[in-house]
């Protein structure tokens, strides 16, 4: 399949396995990219630039295929060494980023010249036409649908994605809710031009996580996600466990007095106990609603290739069927 993201980004079909945090290694992005999609390591769960630069020579070692690092920026009071983490990729030859977060405007001049293609995370049309007006290459259209922040506008894809293909003149992919082949047809009968899949791809059998974490996804329906943090204006949707509801019940009882300090215990830190000791109720963690569409825990390469392989069927035998004469 031939879109505007795979010749942007030279891969063979337009899928993209969002940064996630503890599950972006190189053994997933890897294993993402080998597949023909475009995997992506994510750049904050490795402390320090070094061992970012470990991570992508990890990668390089297991594909020749085109990778790429999500570099987030966040708000907090001691900043990660964000040109130690550009200098650790440009050196590193990757040749796309996904940034996210708050603008990525200081770090484009330094990947551009380095021939860095950028693709920013986006929860809403203003965010995605600014990030076109900055000279981000493409952008990852978020819906309310997704795992993580979903922004704090709520509106869902099926307005969201053609909203944007009203208003944008770069590639953008749809993300949130993306999970097989009937997901990357939607996505680009509503203007997109590929799809970013996060969830999904932790329910694989590359993902480097708790075993736990991959059984959690596929037991839980689309109901079974929460959304926390809203009174902070830091959305985040999550799996319901013990700590979502210890954390809403926090929430509840405090009203506008809740300030990031009383809920610490449930949200600091704790991906590394969740993710990689499969201690479910360590704290919250980001599961998007396509949970409820997520069944088993298939090889990287058979997901892939089930959902092209679903997309070609849909496009040419159930669309085209409709098409009278």
């Keep these: 399949m031939k879109t505007r993201i795979t010749d942007l980004f030279g891969i063979e079909h337009p899928i993209i396995q969002g940064g996630m945090h503890y599950v972006g290694f190189a053994e997933l992005a890897a294993a993402v990219s080998n597949a023909g999609a475009l995997g992506i390591i994510t750049g904050l769960t490795q402390r320090t630039p070094e061992l970012l630069a470990n991570e992508i020579r990890r990668c390089r070692e297991m594909t020749s295929k085109p990778f790429g690092v999500n570099l987030t920026f966040l708000p907090s009071l001691t900043s990660p060494d964000y040109p130690g983490?550009?200098?650790?990729?440009?050196?590193?030859?990757?040749?796309v980023v996904e940034t996210a977060g708050n603008n990525p405007q200081q770090v484009l001049p330094h990947l551009h010249?380095?021939?860095?293609?950028?693709?920013?995370?986006?929860?809403?049309?203003?965010?995605?036409?600014?990030?076109?007006?900055?000279?981000?290459d493409a952008v990852s259209v978020d819906g309310f649908e997704c795992g993580g922040h979903p922004g704090e506008d709520d509106?869902?894809?099926?307005?969201?994605?053609?909203?944007?293909?009203?208003?944008?003149?770069?590639?953008?992919?749809?993300?949130?809710?993306?999970?097989?082949?009937?997901?990357?047809?939607?996505?680009?009968?509503?203007?997109?031009?590929?799809?970013?899949?996060?969830?999904?791809?932790?329910?694989?059998?590359?993902a480097p996580v708790h075993e736990n974490v991959k059984k959690a996804i596929v037991a839980a329906s689309e109901l079974d996600t929460r959304l926390v943090m809203r009174p902070l204006r830091n959305t985040e949707r999550v799996l319901r466990n013990a700590a979502a509801d210890r954390l809403l019940e926090k929430e509840r009882a405090l009203g506008a007095a809740l300030k990031f300090e009383d809920i610490r215990e449930e949200v600091a830190g704790v991906y590394p106990k969740i993710m990689q000791e499969g201690s479910m109720d360590a704290g919250v963690w980001s599961c998007g609603m396509v949970a409820g569409l997520i069944h088993d825990i298939p090889t990287?390469?058979?997901?892939?290739?089930?959902?092209?392989?679903?997309?070609?069927?849909?496009?040419?035998?159930?669309?085209?069927?409709?098409?009278?004469?």
């Design 113 to 136: 010249a380095a021939g860095i293609k950028v693709i920013h995370k986006c929860t809403s049309v203003r965010h995605a036409l600014k990030a076109q007006s900055i000279g981000c």
């Design 155 to 206: 509106v869902p894809n099926f307005i969201l994605l053609p909203r944007a293909a009203d208003e944008l003149e770069i590639p953008f992919v749809a993300s949130g809710g993306m999970a097989d082949g009937r997901s990357l047809v939607a996505s680009l009968a509503l203007g997109a031009d590929g799809i970013n899949m996060g969830t999904r791809f932790i329910a694989t059998q590359e």
């Design 300 to 325: 990287v390469k058979e997901l892939v290739d089930r959902i092209m392989a679903e997309a070609d069927a849909i496009i040419r035998g159930r669309l085209t069927g409709f098409l009278a004469g």
């Design 85 to 95: 983490y550009v200098r650790a990729i440009v050196e590193g030859g990757v040749k």
